[in-house]
């Protein structure tokens, strides 16, 4: 700069106009290189990036939670339903565990016995009830496991699973034990 | 700036500064850019507004379900056999309690506990939609324990989007009364 500035008030504009030219030409100034728009692109994306990695997180813990809280009391659901038939045992004066062997199962709200496991269908919604006859096929899937601990104790558990998007397989557990207290 | 002026003084000199294309197409550029991240905003807004709604229905839903669950297992559920889910409010008699009823009004579940009035025991943020109960072995000396199935649907009242969970979970009472001292 100091060189151009005394250029300048020593010869005038016309040679400003030579030196001007000769700096542009040499250093090639003008528009942004290919490099340089790459490199802003770059920098762009990794701004945006995060953002959109939020959004889709929020909208999957969402979606989460509510399967979550259908899931949890579906589970509940299954190992109330084991007990009521342990109690049906009692009153029809049978053992407690008749009905009740060691294996996988499926079971829905009105079940008066286990259901075979088959290839385990999804539960199905009408009218807000989730059963296996009729209605909707929901993501839900549950299992009944009952494992004999010794000649006075079932193991059950409840499990129910589903995949979110993305193909992420959850599940929600509860284990109850019931015992041959009568 | 004394480059400039002279630069100004000399018409043959390339002028400094932006041309009007260059301008416009930076304002296009801009505004796609910024269009695109009021977008992701406004979309993270609303995924943030429905993630509320859904825990406003959890908070309500899991309430509820505890209290009535919490009832009915302890409870005497006489004679109110529901097979086909059309039950829409449900009377236990309670150990302590004495009469406990259950019912929807207008998306509130309310609660009656021994004939003092019916009182509003779910947030009048959420809708329950749908309650309906689903009872059986509550007949005297079936040989069943009562089995009772919560179906309810709940929604947010308030915000842009309306979600709904569709809630079932099923109790069994533990009081036998019905099976053995009313013959």
Request: hydrophobic share 40%; charged share 20%; aromatic share 6%.
């Amino acid at each position: 700069m100091n060189n151009e500035q005394k250029t300048m008030s020593r010869e005038g504009a016309i040679n400003v106009k030579i030196t001007s030219d000769a700096h542009c030409s040499m250093l090639n100034e003008f528009g942004f290189t290919l490099i340089e728009a790459l490199v802003a692109l770059v920098v762009l994306t990794l701004a945006l990036g995060p953002a959109l990695v939020l959004s889709s997180n929020i909208s999957s813990t969402a979606s989460v939670i509510q399967h979550n809280l259908i899931a949890a009391n579906l589970s509940q659901e299954g190992l109330e339903v084991v007990r009521a038939l342990r109690d049906a045992n009692w009153y029809n004066g049978l053992p407690f565990d008749t009905g009740l062997s060691d294996g996988i199962y499926r079971i829905e709200w009105n079940s008066n016995t286990l259901i075979a496991l088959g290839a385990n269908p999804p539960l199905k919604l009408s009218a807000g009830l989730y059963n296996y006859s009729s209605g909707t096929d929901t993501v839900f899937k549950r299992t009944v496991t009952i494992t004999k601990i010794n000649s006075e104790e079932l193991r059950i558990i409840s499990a129910v699973a589903w995949t979110e998007r993305g193909s992420r397989v959850r599940d929600v557990r509860a284990e109850s034990h019931l015992f041959d207290w009568k | 700036m004394k480059n400039s002026k002279f630069k100004i003084l000399n018409f043959k000199i390339k002028e400094a500064g932006f041309t009007i294309v260059e301008v416009l197409i930076t304002s296009l550029i801009f505004s796609i850019i910024a269009m695109t991240v009021s977008a992701i905003f406004i979309q993270i807004i609303n995924l943030e507004r429905r993630g509320f709604a859904v825990q406003k229905i959890q908070d309500n839903a899991l309430l509820i379900l505890e209290e009535m669950s919490r009832d009915i297992r302890v409870s005497r559920v006489s004679n109110q056999e529901s097979s086909n889910c059309a039950a829409t409010t449900i009377t236990l008699i309670h150990p302590l309690k004495g009469t406990v009823v259950y019912q929807l009004s207008n998306g509130v579940v309310q609660r009656n506990v021994a004939g003092g009035g019916f009182v509003d025991i779910s947030g009048s943020d959420v809708n329950f939609a749908r309650m309906n109960f689903c009872i059986l072995g509550s007949l005297v000396n079936d040989n069943q324990s009562p089995r009772v199935s919560i179906v309810t649907s709940v929604q947010n009242r308030t915000g842009k989007e309306i979600m709904q969970i569709d809630l079932q979970t099923t109790t069994t009472s533990r009081n036998v009364l019905d099976e053995f001292s009313y013959p």
